[in-house]
Each structure stands twice: as C-alpha cells, then as structure tokens.
C-alpha cells in the first residue's frame, strides 16, 4: 500500500497562489497515476487534476484549467498541485490520491488511496 500526506494549503487572498504537495510513502509513486480531487463544504468531492505514471499526460476539470497545474517528482516520491489565479470558489479541502497503473501512458480518474487532506481558503 502507498500512503499520502498532503501538505502546502492555507489562507490566501483572491488572485494569489499556493503549491500543495503530496508526500507518498510505502511504495515507490513511480508505479502510480495520481490525482488532486476537493471537498468544498455542503459538496461532493470532485475531480482537480490527474497526471499519468510517465508525467507526460495530464488532465483537468474545467473550472481550473489554465490556472492549476499537476507535476511529479518520482526521485522524491512527491506530486504537487500548483495554483494560481486563486478564486474564493476554489476554497475546499484538497485530496491527493493513488492508483497502481501497470501502462505509464494510463490517465484515470478512478482512484484506490487516498490521503486526509489539506485546506485551502480562499479570501476575497
């Protein structure tokens, strides 16, 4: 089993930035697709981003497009979610997670583990 603790969240104002990072233990991420989801309060949790084994492929929801960005850093078992342009709407509680993929090329939205989170408040 991998685990993941995820770290980087905080208060920020409208229009800043933050870099959150998903720190993996247990199993080496290489051998993972991974993924940011959120909860925001009263919601249900949705889908942020994914990036594949080989980091080449990524994808997003659409209310973060052009303003977040998913990256992995294999040698230190870590994935980061960077974003910019923040909006009040992006406050939630933001989820990395897991899933072992056999194909580096495999992008999914469909996940086995997750961490506990982190928050990200947006201010206006």
């Known amino acids: 089993q991998v685990q993941l603790v995820e770290s980087g969240g905080g208060l920020v104002q409208a229009g800043g930035s933050l870099r959150l990072s998903c720190a993996a233990s247990?199993?080496?991420?290489?051998?993972?697709?991974m993924g940011w989801f959120r909860q925001a309060p009263g919601k249900e949790r949705e889908f942020v981003a994914t990036?594949?084994?080989?980091?080449?492929?990524?994808d997003y929801a659409d209310s973060v497009k052009g303003r977040f960005t998913i990256s992995r850093d294999d040698a230190k078992n870590t994935v980061y979610l960077q974003m910019n342009s923040l909006k009040t709407e992006d406050t939630a509680v933001y989820y990395c997670?897991?899933?072992?993929?056999?194909?580096?090329?495999?992008?999914?939205?469909?996940?086995?583990?997750w961490g506990q989170g982190t928050q990200v408040t947006v201010s206006s």
């Open positions: 997670a897991a899933k072992w993929v056999a194909s580096p090329t495999i992008l999914t939205k469909q996940y086995d583990y």
């Open positions: 247990g199993r080496t991420v290489s051998r993972y697709a």
């Open positions: 990036i594949n084994r080989s980091g080449r492929s990524t």
